[in-house]
């Protein structure tokens, strides 16, 4: 693919709720622009962006894929994002390397959850942004109603460029509300002609209303227009650019990707009104501990993002990045602002799907590919050497969903590890991290086919089968009550044995106090060189379980008395002296078990505030609060919940809230685990 000048460059990502079509209006896209002979199609797992077997076995997407292609002199770079909540740190990525987000709006199903999210991210990220509404040759499908929803979804920047010819079987082509013409397709081919008559009237209308909202933001055409002056197509579309670079209008046009109608279109839109990387503001950048911008000049000095990782099979690892500042050209060598290694970037290339297309030489604001830069990972900033910046790259997202791992065969667990550190760097809201407590390895994720998806990637990229099992909940144990012991090793084993003997007294400790040892031996009892010993074993005995079988928490034992033996004694005999008086104290000390509480935050639209309420205290959670954010329409409720009860909760919340809600969790503080549920406790730990 020939190189393009970063005025001729469209980075577009198409957002929206799983199901609306993204993945087939990319295909339409490239087949329309002549870069695929036909296009494919997603039930037949036939098509340029879903190409990875999960993707196949679902029908869905599952990350995020680049198709570029060509159009009038320009080269738009397609970023096809998934739809699934599972999935929307990937989709996110996209967005931070896009100039326009494209959202793609089911005329049959309106304004859906994930289609919200991912405005609201589009937002905080000052994108510019246009909606495409999908499937008006369905049943059911309405764009009038569509466009209400757009409207009260996202407010008066909403302005419709187009309106549909015919209804769902008979829908055929669009209205230009912008030149009063009428494009309607048949056998694959566009014919220009009049509005038809029985929708001349409110296409005229309509197209009254978009030339004034168009104008009033321009003074000198404004004032033009009101002396009579028609502003030409050309005038409209050149002020509507600037109202769309500004974030202030986001465009609505039509179509259906599946049938071909209003995709060249589209892409002509996304030529003539979308921002070119050189219309987007400056990048942030850290100059050692000061902020400074980096404005996209084609002039500047060579600055590359590199915002994504695919492991393949054949190749290794491919970092895609974005060009800030310069041009990317075979051969240049690059310095990691984060291991200060040069990294060679020996022939860059550009993804269609996973075809590799050699591309010259990569100009500011395109975005590319290079394989086997072993050092790099997403996120890390490629400069010219002297040059030592870096961009801030956003945190991971926490995970929502947690599950234990382990290896089906069991000599599999260093060859687990690698695998799950490979996809790790292809997928950062991957968690893995092992629990030497529980002796679990864990897998994090955003829900549950995230980590279903995991589990088959590792089957089939790295052999490694492997199965789930329930997270197990660290509960611990303490003491309500005071009690003595004594305890008294003695071995005798032909020459010198071993002996003795550490009498303790056990009392409970406020709530989190940790653990206290005190030495009231006098007269010589236990020698000096010997009671750090009892305590020693005292701590191991703690860590090893109590009754339970949980490390035992918050207690103080006391050292109060014990024997020795001038010969046998030694260390080893009054460690196990101090454990066995512990075990013996421990049990006659009212033992009982504690359970870990989180602190959660949930945060809903507020319709569904009174069925969060209900289903926290359901969990055994005690609320202890809720704000509201004026004008926001979401609420706040923060609760105490045991850890235990929310183990899945991600997967509730979405069930209860139609995907509207979201949660952080953290690690509050341990309280007593009510008696009737220590049975379960106990069932649950030897299941595990």
Known sequence: MKAYPPAAIRNVALVGHGGSGKTTLSEALLHCSGAIGRTGRVEDASTVTDFEPEEHKRGQSISVALAPLEWDGHKINVLDCPGYADFAP?????????????????????????????????????????????????????????LD?????????????????????????????????????????????????????????????????????????MERYLEGEMPTVKQLEETLAHGVASGQVFPVVCGSAAREIGVDRLASFVCEIGPSPLAR????????????????????????WVWKTVVDRHVGKISLFKVLSGRVRPDDTLVNARTHADERIHAPFTLRGKEQLTVDELSVGDIG????????????TLAPKGMPVSIQAPPPPEPVLTTGIRPRSKGDEDKLMTALHRLQEEDPALTVRRDDETHQTLLGGMGETHLAIVTERLARKFGVDVETEPVVVPYRETITGTAEAEGKYKKQTGGHGQFGVASVRMEPMDRGAGFEFVDQIVGGAIPRQFIPAVQKGIEEAMASGGVHGWPVVDV?????????????????????????????AMAKANPIVLEPISKLEVT???????????????????????????????????????TAEILRYAIDLRSMTGGRGSFQATHDHYDPLPQHLWSQVQRDTSAS
């Open 149 to 221: 929803d757009l409207r009260s979804s996202f407010g008066a920047g909403i302005a419709p460029l187009e309106l549909p010819i015919g209804e769902e079987s008979a829908f055929r082509g669009v209205a230009d509300l912008l030149s009063d013409t009428a494009i309607t397709y048949a056998d694959g081919k566009a014919t220009s002609g009049p509005v038809p008559d029985d929708m001349a009237l409110r296409e005229h209308s309509v197209h009254d209303a978009l030339v004034e909202g168009i104008v009033v933001a321009d003074d000198e055409l």
């Open 604 to 642: 809903v639209p507020d319709a569904y505030q009174g069925d969060v309420m209900g289903d926290l205290n359901g969990r055994r959670g005690r609320v202890q609060g809720t704000e509201t954010a004026a004008g926001s329409g979401e609420s706040l409720v923060t609760a105490l919940v045991p």
């Open 90 to 146: 990937d989709a996110l990525a996209a967005l931070r390397v896009a100039d326009l987000a494209v959202f793609v709006v089911s005329a049959v199903e309106g304004v859906e959850v994930q289609t919200l999210m991912m405005w609201k991210a589009a937002a905080a990220l000052g994108l510019p942004r246009l909606v495409f509404v999908n499937k008006l040759d369905r049943d059911r499908a309405s764009f009038d109603r569509t």
């Open 281 to 304: 503001p400056p990048v942030r950048v850290l100059a050692g501990d000061k902020e400074t911008d980096v404005a996209p000049d084609p002039s500047g000095s060579t600055l590359a």
């Open 556 to 584: 103080r034992v006391t050292c109060f008395d014990g024997k020795y033996h001038p010969v046998d004694s030694s260390e080893m005999s009054f460690k196990m002296a101090g454990s066995l008086a512990f075990r013996e």
């Open 369 to 380: 590919a290079v394989a086997k830069l072993a050092d790099v990972v997403t996120g890390d």
